[in-house]
């Protein structure tokens, strides 16, 4: 007897479950379609959101109920921003950057929709969205700043790349690109080579997976010293060819031979002293040339 009472009383629950307008009980939870029906439709989401929007039109800047209906209207579509903003991860952006940048976009969508024209707030408000997004990709993204032209010449490169190597059975040419976009072949050259500036690499990046690699910036030479003394050497050679015989051999014995003053003299025969008044009047005639070329 108690065994079909329970029963009795189970089945009973379902009915009434199954009921229209019944709400869930402990341990029953409602059901998909229930959820759905009871959640609002796009079409009664519109029409709330065009009603406050209306409204906003006749309240005063920085009135409380003005921020309230702003803020609701915030509520009711940042799904949609975060929605949008999620159709762009994994494009080298973060996804909370992308959604800072959609939900901006919302606020200006909400303070410049025009409610007397009757459309939808969604016909305006996506648009501006994924315009500001794509905005955004072009004057953010990029680690070193590009010409938009060259931006845009790239996005019609990856464009057709595909249909070309279909249609041509092999990978296009940059004059198979220049043709099909009417452009000379330098701007694809050049529109090729900016889109290694969309991402640039760390000095402090490993140079691989080794730990003991090192990093790139352990890669990089440093300037040569010799390389400033090159044009200096270049000037000097014809500036030494004006010098007496005995003051072009006391320059080279001085700074080739590395010999001192008082050696220089002793080759040479004569004082010490004069040896430093031919070195300094020599030095006199190559610094001033130096100076006039």
Known sequence: MTTLA?????????LDNRRPGATAQAGHPVSRTEAATSAPSRSQTDAAALALLTLLVDLPEGSTDRIRARERLVEMYLPLAEHLARRFRNRGEQLEDLVQVASLALLKSIDGFDATRG???TSYAIPMIVGEIKRHFRDKGWDVRVPRRLQELRLEISKISGDLAQNLSRSPTVADLATALSVGEEEIIEAL??????RALSLQAPVSNDDNSGELVDLLGDADPGIETVENRAA???LLATLPPREQRIIAMRFFGNLTQSQIALELGISQMHVSRLLAHALGVLRDGLLET
């Not at 080579?193 to 969309?198: K, L, N, V």
């Open 6 to 14: 329970h029963r009795q009383a189970q089945r009973n629950t379902r």
């Open 119 to 121: 459309a939808a707030f």
């Open 193 to 198: 080579d900016c889109s290694q500036a969309y």
């Open 236 to 238: 000097l050679r014809p």
